[in-house]
Each structure stands twice: as structure tokens, then as C-alpha cells.
């Protein structure tokens, strides 16, 4: 999609002009843009789902998810505030106390959004009551592992599973608090699914939640994508 | 859509199980009508038929086992072939149901919770089962149980014990009464079964449908569900929508402490049943459906008669009353789910899916049912809406408020004198109703529910009206010397207990304020938890994604800003309140995650 093409509609993102084309949400323009909007549960590749709410930006007001929120000409929406970091921030404090993270040896640290946007929005503490959950792990697949403890809900492996690798090894169950990430195979185990080490359902977990076995370590952690720049700056694949 | 390998046709092993789901269209709009008798059945949805229901949907298991898991009537491990809900409603608990719970549970030896080792009987706690003016209450394997004493729960042990049918129980057991104290004009003009829709078809219905959009216009008449939405501008807005249309009744009176829609239902069905047929007329839609929560189960074979009927007398069908236009109605049944009385909750049940709500625009208007648009309206609103038809918008706007016109039905339950059913004018104060229902010394009234306010005796004078107290018909009271900390602690964790679990604030938001209000209960909160409760609160109500998320602080956060003194001496200083010890107790019991 052509930046230059002035005969596009635009809204307004932070007092600066966003073109958009029709049938675009307000986080799809600005991602085309080269603008960064935090979120964890939009991914460009895949249908907006608004849950997690870190991408909730202002419009006259009223707090929107910019990742379901259709642009429209002359929309005037605030995304850079301190009072919207807060929320972020405090949003993204309760991912973090609902499951069980453990950044500093986890594998996926450092190419973490959920940690790369904590960073972002400068958590420095969980802030809140821990849950301290007991879920259960899925080791049974020889190439992939599944850790709920680590899932945020997203559900863009139950996404991608289904648009990209026409295998639906995903869909969420439970409710509330118990609300858990299934795996659709006849024991509910990984080793009994369809999925496979390279499917992108597990490519674009955002967490150390669904990770392919093995290499783990294979760049150190302190020399990785989100170690050395700030996610907005490295919107690649989110 | 899968790869996991199944079989091609539904036929299963079990003789039973094959009739039960051969009458059931195949469609996933069947799927929790199935669950729900095969649950009734089997007393729990086995392997075999979460692997058939996928089949003919064509969706994996998993997606059918998490339909399972979200409704509170379903379950995948066997209940008791005796499953007894007592109701956990505040109401019922200021009326001892905990002890009746207890009791029930000792004399059948059974855990609460659990199914018996034998499988004859599992006793669980539910939210509020609609019968708070008949308390404590609450369900034996659908039918409603009122009015339970200690000694009526013997009764009940023994029966239990001794495995008689429940067609054997004493019917009074299962009575469900449905007392008026105050009639205005809605429960006062009972209308004869197709008087309303005559108004519309004639002389015909190209003229009656946009005269009668007028005179609802002019009625003023807004949805009495509680969010007060302008009836018409509904209606107008799903008319004006090009292709086939939807009418859905929200039948699911889950709002605790509201009851109002159980008498419409048993006794003003067909009034309800005229709106909803005036509503299709006047949208243009073919298909209805009734939205009834699973406690409501025991009226369904009356709403059936009433659907038959109504078709056999030319109201409903190919043909509705000579106009040309065709309309019917399906029941569907709820599974246990509070959030599904959020309307694109509710739709997403009624297309056989978990119950969460959808993200909004685009409105059910617009596109709601299998992407139709879709008016959705509240049980009473419908019945007025047939009584407007009859009776015209001068004589509905002549009670209420300029605001607020007509009347609305209160459930009022707890404290009072007379619990039951009351219809009044909107714009009537709090002190006239408590006074109508002989409540003294009343400390606090809940105006709405726990989505709705607490309002403490300073603010009796104020009026139950959309433009000052709105309500969906709850009003329950409490006296003095309540221990009003509590009931918000139970609302708190009611909504703990319902939040559907999509979004971030108010999945995470419910279970801080149950952490919080746990803490005060227990006096050992501080200062520095008050001010979390308001932090947390603020971000549920600023950002979750429905209505659920954004009203659940409002039990925690009123009594702490309009009863300050419920704290008093149960408040550490911040220093203080941290407590090592409790924070490690659990420690020790090193809690392992599970493996496979």
C-alpha cells in the first residue's frame, strides 16, 4: 500500500496526519504508517480480536481499542499520553500477576512482546496481587511445549492455527479466571494434535507460551530483538 | 477446519444418546440446546458426545469442550443423578442458606461440589435463581425449589436418600408463587391474544406498521432491560437494514435480585409474545427467538404451549393474521451464564457458541443473529409494546416521567414486609416504595442489582428513573444492621464468578476486588488497599470490553464511598498489614504444576 498517495482520507493520530484505506482500523493504519500503538493481542497479519486492551487509545474522550476501532476521516484519536501509559502499564501489570512469568530464564526473554511492552511502558513492578495459578503444562509433543502458565489469552495461535496452518489446534475453554487455552485433539495433549514445529501458531506466540523444543538459547539472552531496542522502533512481527 | 480425525456420521455407541441428538437440527445453533439435554441426561457431556457435536458442525473438539466449559450448568465430569443448585444470592444467604447448604450436604454425605461416590447426588452453590421473594431457593435438576427450611431440607435428604422421582415430591416444594402487591396500568390490561397485532394488519400492514413506529415513537418507551435505550430508535434503526432481520427476547433475568420478568413469563406470555410479533411486522424479520435462562427451565413447557397455540390461531407462521408477513419463534435455553444477558453475549449463545460479548460497532441492529440485524428487548418491554399497540401512547405516557414514561416492574426482595412483585410509576422516590413494601429501619437499598448503585438512607428522597436511579428491576433492601461489607464482598465475587474472561481489566480486574474485599473482611486491609480498590476500579470501568467488566466494582467501590463506616476498626495502618506469616502459609505445600 502506496505511503505517497495523497488522495487517501486521513485521522489524526497525536496531532499527526494518519492516511488510511477504507476498511482499515485506526491500529492498521498506523501500523502501515510506521506508527506504534502498544498492544499484545493484534498481530497485522491476523483479524483484530480487542481483548487485552493495551492498544485502548482516547477518541473525544472515550476509551476505544484502536486495534477494533474503524478509522474514519478527521478522527482525532490520543494515543501518547501519560494517563493511557498508566493504563498500559497497569493493563499489562495484571497479564503479568494472572499467570506465572519468570523473565530472567525463560527462553523466550528478550524476544518477549509481553515483556518488551512492559518495558515499553516502563514497568518496574507487578504492582499488583499475585494469582500464583497452577496450570498444567503440555510437554507431550516431541518439537513443541505448551507452558500456560505463560499465555495471556491472546489467542492468536488459535488465530493462526486456523487462517494460516488450516489445522484449528487451538480454541479457548473455561471461563473468567479459569479461562484456559485448549488443545483440540481427542486426549487434549499437543503429541495427539496436528501441530507441528514450524506452524505459525506457534511462530507467533507473543510469550514463552507455545515455543518449538530445542535452541532455545541459541543468542544469548541480553543480546536479543528486544534487549537492544525499545518494540517501537522494532514493530516487526507484532 | 480440523485434521484431528473423526468419524463422518454422529452415530455413536449409545442407543440413547443417538435418539437424543437425532432431534436436533445440525447446525451449531443446535449445539447447546443438545448440551444441555444431554447434560440433563447423562448428567455430565461425555467424550462421545463432544466428538459427535463436532462432527456435525464440522468444528474440532476443543471448540465444543470450550462451550462446555463456559456454562455453569454443563460439566465433563458426572454430577449427581440428583443435582441439587442451592442459590447463593444475597438475598438467600441473609435468609440462611448457607446453613441449609451445610445441612443438605451432611445428610446426604456429600461434598459440596462433589458428586457422591455413588452418583446418586451432587449439592452446588449457584448465583441467584430468580426466586428471591421466595427464598431461600434454589433448583433439583431443573425444577425449582422454594422456600427451604431446615425442615424441608430433611424432607428433601430423604427423598433424595431413598431415590423417590421428583414427580413423587410433594408439588408444593416446587411452587413457584408469584405475588403482586402493586398493580398499575401494564398488570392491570391483560390483552386478548392477537388485539394488539389486529391495530397493525389493518387495514393493512404496510399502513399499520408505520403507524404504529409513530405511535411507539411517541410513547416514549425505553428498554426496560435497564440500559434504557429508546425502543423505537431500535426498531428504526434494524428496519432501515437491508435483508432478513431477527427478533430476540432477553428472557435471561440474571441480574441477582431481579424476578420481575419470572411472572411476564408465567403469566404475560403472550403479551410478550405479541411484542415480539408486532417488533418482527414492524422490522421485517422472519425469525424470533426467546433468550430464557437455564433457571427459568420450568416455564419453558408453558412458553411452548403458548408458541403452539399462538400457531395454531394464525399468529405466528407463514402467515401472521392474514397480514402476508411470516414470523416464528424458537425457544432457546441458556446454560447457566450471567454475561449472556448482555444482548451480543446473548446472541452468541443463541448461535451455540461460549457467551462472550462482541466487540461493538457494529451494533446488533446492524448486524447481530448470524450477522442479521437483530432487535433485541427485554421480556417487559415487549409486553408494553403490545399493550401501546392496544391502547396508544397518550394512555402510556400518562404514569411516569417526561424522561422516563409508563411504568416498570420491581422485584423487591430482602428486608422487607411484603417481598414480590411491584409495578410503579417511573419517577416514584425510594422512600415511597420502601414504604409500599413495608421496609423499617432500612440502612441501604440496591437500586439496579449489583450492576446497579447502593444507596444509602441520606439519598431515599431520590427517584427511580433512567435520569436519576435507573433499574432493570431489582431493588433490594437491607436493614440497618447489615453487615453491608459482606454483601459487597459476595456481589464481588459473584462477578469474579461470571466475568466471561475475554478481556484483560475485568478478568483480572474481578479477582483483585474479590482479593481486596477478602482482605477487609478479614480486617487486614489498609488505607493503601482502599486506594487499589479505586485504582483497579477506575481501569474495569474505563476499559473493559461490556457492561459486565464495567459495573462489577460498583458493589466494593459504593460501600466504601457511601458507607465509609464499615471500615471502622477493621482498618491496619499500611505498615501493619502485610502479615508474613499469611502470605507464606501456603508455602509449604509446594503447589507443583501438573504434568501430563
Same mark, same amino acid.
Given at each position: 500500500m502506496s505511503r505517497t498517495d495523497d488522495s487517501r482520507p486521513t485521522f489524526v493520530l497525536d496531532g499527526e496526519t494518519v492516511p488510511f484505506s477504507p476498511g482499515q482500523t485506526v491500529m492498521q493504519a498506523a501500523q502501515d504508517a510506521g506508527r506504534y500503538i502498544p498492544h499484545l493481542c493484534?498481530?497485522?497479519d491476523f483479524a483484530p480480536?480487542? =481483548?487485552?486492551?493495551?492498544?485502548t487509545v482516547l477518541v473525544g474522550g472515550r476509551a476505544m481499542t484502536s486495534c477494533t476501532l474503524a478509522a474514519s476521516a478527521g478522527l482525532d484519536v490520543t494515543s501518547a499520553s501519560e494517563a493511557l501509559t498508566t493504563d498500559r502499564r497497569h493493563l499489562v501489570q495484571m497479564l503479568f500477576v494472572e499467570g506465572n512469568h519468570h523473565?530472567?530464564?525463560?527462553?523466550?526473554?528478550?524476544?518477549?512482546h509481553l515483556q518488551a511492552v512492559a518495558t515499553h511502558v516502563g514497568m518496574?513492578?507487578?504492582h499488583f496481587e499475585h494469582a500464583f495459578p497452577t496450570r498444567p503444562v503440555d510437554a507431550s509433543h516431541p518439537d513443541v511445549w505448551l507452558d500456560?502458565?505463560?499465555?495471556?489469552?491472546?489467542?492468536l495461535c488459535v488465530r493462526a492455527s486456523h487462517d494460516?496452518?488450516?489445522? =484449528?489446534v487451538f480454541a479457548i475453554g473455561g471461563r473468567?479466571?479459569?479461562t484456559t487455552l485448549l488443545v483440540n485433539s481427542p486426549s487434549g495433549l499437543l503429541k495427539d494434535?496436528?501441530?507441528?514445529?514450524?506452524?505459525r501458531a506457534i511462530s507467533v506466540c507473543?510469550?514463552?507460551?507455545?515455543l518449538p523444543k530445542g535452541?532455545?538459547?541459541?543468542?544469548a539472552i541480553g543480546a536479543r530483538r528486544y534487549d537492544v531496542a525499545d518494540i517501537a522502533t522494532k514493530p516487526e512481527d507484532t | 477446519m480440523t485434521t484431528t480425525p473423526m468419524t463422518t456420521t454422529t452415530t455413536t455407541t449409545n442407543p440413547v444418546l443417538d435418539d437424543l441428538l437425532a432431534?436436533?437440527?445440525?447446525?451449531?445453533?443446535?449445539v447447546l440446546q443438545a448440551l444441555r439435554e444431554v447434560q440433563a441426561r447423562f448428567q455430565h457431556v461425555p467424550p462421545v458426545a463432544i466428538e459427535a457435536l463436532a462432527t456435525w458442525c464440522g468444528v474440532g473438539l476443543a471448540d465444543i469442550r470450550g462451550v462446555v466449559g463456559f456454562y455453569?450448568?454443563?460439566?465433563?465430569v458426572p454430577r449427581g443423578r440428583y443435582t441439587v443448585y442451592l442459590s447463593d444470592g444475597v438475598t438467600d444467604r441473609l435468609q440462611g442458606s448457607e446453613a441449609l447448604r451445610a445441612q443438605l450436604c451432611a445428610r446426604l454425605g456429600v461434598v459440596e461440589g462433589e458428586t457422591r461416590g455413588d452418583g446418586l447426588v451432587s449439592v452446588h452453590a449457584t448465583s441467584c435463581t430468580g426466586l428471591c421473594d421466595q427464598g431461600p431457593a434454589g433448583l433439583v435438576n431443573e425444577r425449582p425449589l422454594v422456600r427451604l427450611t431446615p425442615r424441608r431440607i430433611d424432607e428433601i435428604a430423604e427423598l433424595i436418600a431413598t431415590e423417590v422421582p421428583l414427580d413423587h415430591w410433594p408439588p408444593d416444594f416446587f411452587t413457584v408463587a408469584n405475588p403482586v402487591w402493586r398493580h398499575e396500568q401494564t398488570l392491570s390490561q391483560p390483552i386478548a391474544p392477537g388485539a394488539a397485532l389486529q391495530t397493525l394488519v389493518v387495514p393493512d400492514l404496510a399502513t399499520g406498521r408505520m403507524a404504529f413506529l409513530d405511535t411507539l415513537k411517541a410513547s416514549g418507551l425505553r428498554g426496560r432491560?435497564?440500559?434504557?435505550?429508546g425502543t423505537w430508535r431500535k426498531w428504526e434503526a434494524c428496519r432501515l437494514q437491508p435483508g432478513p432481520k431477527v427478533i430476540t427476547c432477553?428472557?435471561?433475568?440474571?441480574?441477582?435480585?431481579?424476578?420481575?420478568d419470572r411472572l411476564l413469563l408465567m403469566a404475560w406470555a403472550d403479551e410478550m409474545v405479541e411484542g415480539m410479533t408486532i417488533a418482527a411486522l414492524c422490522v421485517g424479520a422472519a425469525t424470533g427467538f426467546i433468550y430464557l435462562r437455564a433457571e427459568y427451565a420450568f416455564i419453558a413447557p408453558h412458553l411452548d404451549e403458548v408458541l403452539a397455540r399462538r400457531r395454531q390461531q394464525g399468529?405466528?407462521?407463514?402467515?401472521v393474521l392474514g397480514s402476508g408477513a411470516a414470523f416464528d419463534i424458537t425457544l432457546h435455553l441458556g446454560a447457566?451464564?450471567?454475561?449472556?444477558?448482555e444482548e451480543t453475549a446473548l446472541i452468541e449463545s443463541i448461535e451455540g457458541k461460549r457467551g462472550i460479548p462482541r466487540t461493538r460497532p457494529p451494533f446488533p441492529v446492524e448486524r447481530?443473529?448470524?450477522s442479521m440485524p437483530t432487535v433485541n428487548n427485554n421480556v417487559e418491554t415487549f409486553v408494553q409494546v403490545a399493550q401501546i399497540a392496544v391502547h396508544g401512547a397518550p394512555w402510556f405516557r400518562a404514569?411516569?416521567?417526561?424522561?422516563?414514561p409508563g411504568t416498570r416492574l420491581l422485584s423487591i426482595a430482602g428486608d422487607v414486609a411484603r417481598p414480590g412483585l411491584y409495578e410503579v410509576p417511573w419517577g416514584l422516590t425510594v422512600d415511597e416504595v420502601l414504604a409500599d413494601c413495608g421496609?423499617?429501619?432500612?440502612?441501604a437499598v440496591l437500586v439496579g442489582?449489583?450492576?446497579g448503585r447502593l444507596v444509602p438512607p441520606a439519598s431515599?428522597?431520590?427517584?427511580?428513573?433512567?435520569?436519576?436511579l435507573p433499574t432493570g428491576g431489582a431493588f433490594t433492601v437491607f436493614r440497618r444492621d447489615r453487615d453491608l461489607l459482606e454483601v459487597a464482598r459476595r456481589f464481588t465475587h459473584f462477578f469474579a464468578e461470571e466475568?466471561?474472561?475475554?478481556?484483560?481489566p475485568c478478568r483480572v480486574g474481578c479477582v483483585q476486588l474479590t482479593a481486596l474485599a477478602d482482605r477487609f473482611a478479614a480486617g487486614r486491609g489498609s488505607p493503601r488497599d482502599v486506594a487499589r480498590v479505586h485504582e483497579v476500579s477506575d481501569l474495569m470501568e474505563r476499559?473493559?470490553?461490556?457492561?459486565l467488566g464495567q459495573t462489577a466494582p460498583h458493589p466494593l467501590v459504593d460501600v466504601l464511598t457511601q458507607?465509609?463506616?464499615?471500615?471502622v476498626g477493621r482498618l491496619r495502618t499500611d505498615d501493619e498489614a502485610f502479615d508474613l506469616a499469611a502470605a507464606t502459609?501456603?508455602?509449604?505445600?509446594?503447589p507443583t504444576t501438573e504434568q501430563p
Open positions: 493484534h498481530h497485522r480480536r480487542g =481483548s487485552c486492551k493495551v492498544c523473565c530472567p530464564f525463560c527462553e523466550k526473554s528478550g524476544d518477549c518496574q513492578d507487578t500456560r502458565s505463560r499465555c495471556i489469552l491472546c489467542e494460516v496452518d488450516g489445522k =484449528s473468567g479466571a479459569h494434535s496436528a501441530i507441528a514445529r514450524d506452524d507473543p510469550t514463552g507460551a507455545l535452541g532455545a538459547y541459541l543468542v | 432431534r436436533h437440527p445440525r447446525s451449531p445453533g443446535a455453569h450448568f454443563l460439566s465433563d432491560g435497564g440500559a434504557g435505550f432477553n428472557a435471561d433475568e440474571g441480574e441477582p435480585g431481579t424476578f420481575k399468529l405466528l407462521g407463514p402467515d447457566g451464564a450471567y454475561v449472556c444477558g447481530g443473529h448470524l404514569r411516569g416521567t417526561e424522561l422516563s421496609a423499617v429501619d432500612v440502612g442489582g449489583p450492576s431515599f428522597g431520590r427517584r427511580i428513573a433512567f435520569e436519576d466475568s466471561c474472561g475475554f478481556c484483560t476499559l473493559s470490553h461490556c457492561g458507607f465509609p463506616e464499615v471500615l502459609a501456603d508455602m509449604g505445600a509446594n
